[in-house]
């Protein structure tokens, strides 16, 4: 009891820079496991071109997925600001640091996942994304970035600006790639051929 209560006491006296601190240290691990792991599953640094690029905004190229940024990174700010919504209320009592990188344990997890053939073969089949072949790591580590960054700005902003911006994101992400978080959602659960239709409708020609 009294180790017990002396590890509480050490815990207490822990500053919030060095917590954050520990949880940085501990971010950058995370960030170089899931990279190791997916360049270990064959995906590719740069992409297939082996060209580094900050922004693709064509949904239908090849080169999606592959850059540092493209449409979906907006879906994962969303992810972040939802992650930081759902560990508020499930886990409240835990210091926010804490709360921080189990959401960020659930995303890289994710990402992990989303790389792997099976999800893979299923956004191919069920989705608009036909010629999806997995991220590269750049994409990759961008997705998990912009979700740290949707986390930490949920926990500054009043939750109406929250709910704001996620509606501003999908309703802009539905007018101009018809397509967003919950769609994406809804086609890899339970696809509609009308939804994709309606998708594939706006891909360009040649596409």
Excluded at 58 to 84: C, M, V
Excluded at 105 to 113: D, K, P, Q, R, T
Excluded at 153 to 180: Q, Y
Aim: a positive charge; one cysteine or more.
């Amino acid at each position: 009891m009294r180790c017990a209560g002396e590890m509480a006491a050490a815990q207490r006296q822990t500053s919030p820079a060095q917590t954050w601190r520990g949880v940085a240290l501990a971010t950058a691990g995370i960030f170089l496991l899931v990279a190791g792991g997916e360049l270990a599953m064959g995906r590719l640094l740069l992409g297939p071109d082996g060209r580094f690029g900050w922004w693709e905004g064509n949904i239908w190229s090849k080169e999606n997925s592959q850059r540092f940024a493209d449409p979906y990174s907006f879906s994962h700010i969303t992810h972040g600001i939802l992650f930081f919504g759902f560990f508020w209320l499930v886990a409240r009592r835990v210091r926010l640091p804490y709360r921080f990188l189990m959401a960020l344990v659930l995303e890289a997890s994710w990402e992990i996942l989303e790389n792997s053939p099976l999800i893979i073969e299923r956004y191919r089949h069920t989705t608009i994304a036909i010629g999806y072949r997995g991220d590269s790591v750049l994409n990759s580590m961008s997705d998990i970035l912009m979700m740290c960054l949707g986390f930490l700005l949920a926990a500054r902003l009043p939750v109406w600006a929250c709910v704001a911006a996620i509606l501003v994101m999908e309703i802009g992400c539905a007018v101009v790639i018809r397509d967003n978080l919950t769609l994406n959602i809804i086609m890899l659960i339970h696809p509609f051929a009308a939804i994709k239709a309606w998708q594939a409708a706006g891909a360009p020609p040649g596409s």
